[in-house]
């Protein structure tokens, strides 16, 4: 098996590092990744400056951009060849409920999925990287599962996981459910520069709104391992028909009321 390992807090964060020593001996494991932190970059790829791939001293290669660009770089001709699986992670803090429209930790294994290629989105649900030795456990457990028994759904498919920071013995176990959400981010924090400018940080994520049981949020406070399939459809398909009704009778281009 042959398995393309990224991220998005960068090469050298403890996350990637612990997950690539769990999974290594489960296939041919490569690892490219950002070479700096890219977090909430999502599915942004550079199209207006170039990449470099580096090569890191632990084997690991690098790319100075988003961790979309590292996996579209290295499935559109660094690689040389199509992986089984494409896992990213693990990152450091949740990528739950509406995180996941910004996580780049998901963008990395959601470009996988855009190539047809099984992915998985690996994160702790809180910052720190306590128990990350019980964290990449869990992981590979579940990368071996799907390794040795592939799910029955059509590829390709896509897990956004979460992982309580617990000891490995406190963790319960794996749940699948829905993603929960999120009430709107705190006000950005406003500073003056050096030069007298004003400078905005964007604010911290708000808490949850719907944390209810069947959630990822709900799970993961439960101690158990949050396992949410996702796909790429932003269709509202319950409103196509109200639309339909209120577009349709407007006039062509060119063909209005003189």
């Not at 398995?3 to 020593?21: F, H, Q, T, V």
């Not at 799910?151 to 319960?172: M, S």
């Not at 396992?227 to 339909?244: E, I």
Request: net charge negative.
């Amino acid at each position: 098996m042959k398995i393309l390992l990224s991220n998005d807090d960068g090469y050298r964060a403890p996350g990637i590092e612990a997950l690539y020593e769990a999974i290594r001996d489960l296939g041919d494991v490569e690892v490219v990744a950002p070479e700096h932190n890219n977090s909430a970059k999502s599915n942004a790829l550079t199209l207006h400056s170039p990449l470099y791939v580096h090569d890191a001293a632990n084997g690991f290669r690098y790319v100075n951009g988003t961790p979309a660009d590292c996996v579209h770089v290295a499935l559109t001709g660094l690689l040389g060849y199509t992986p089984d699986l494409v896992v990213s992670g693990i990152n450091n803090g949740a990528n739950m409920g509406d995180d996941t429209i910004y996580s780049g930790t998901v963008g990395a294994a959601m470009e996988g999925y855009l190539f047809g290629i099984p992915a998985i989105a690996f994160s702790q649900t809180q910052k720190g990287w306590s128990h990350l030795d019980a964290a990449a456990r869990k992981a590979r457990e579940l990368v071996q599962q799907v390794l040795a028994c592939p799910p029955p759904e059509a590829l390709p498919w896509l897990l956004n996981v979460n992982i309580p920071n617990l000891p490995y013995e406190e963790l319960k176990s794996f749940k699948v459910c829905r993603l929960g959400r999120r009430h709107a981010a705190e006000k950005v924090i406003s500073q003056t520069s050096p030069h007298g400018e004003t400078m905005y940080w964007i604010g911290a994520a708000g808490p949850a709104k719907d944390d209810a049981e069947g959630t990822d949020f709900h799970a993961t406070a439960l101690g158990h391992v949050s396992v949410t399939p996702l796909k790429v459809d932003l269709t509202d398909h319950d409103a196509l028909r109200g639309w339909s009704r209120l577009v349709a009778p407007l006039p062509a281009a060119g063909t209005g009321a003189g």
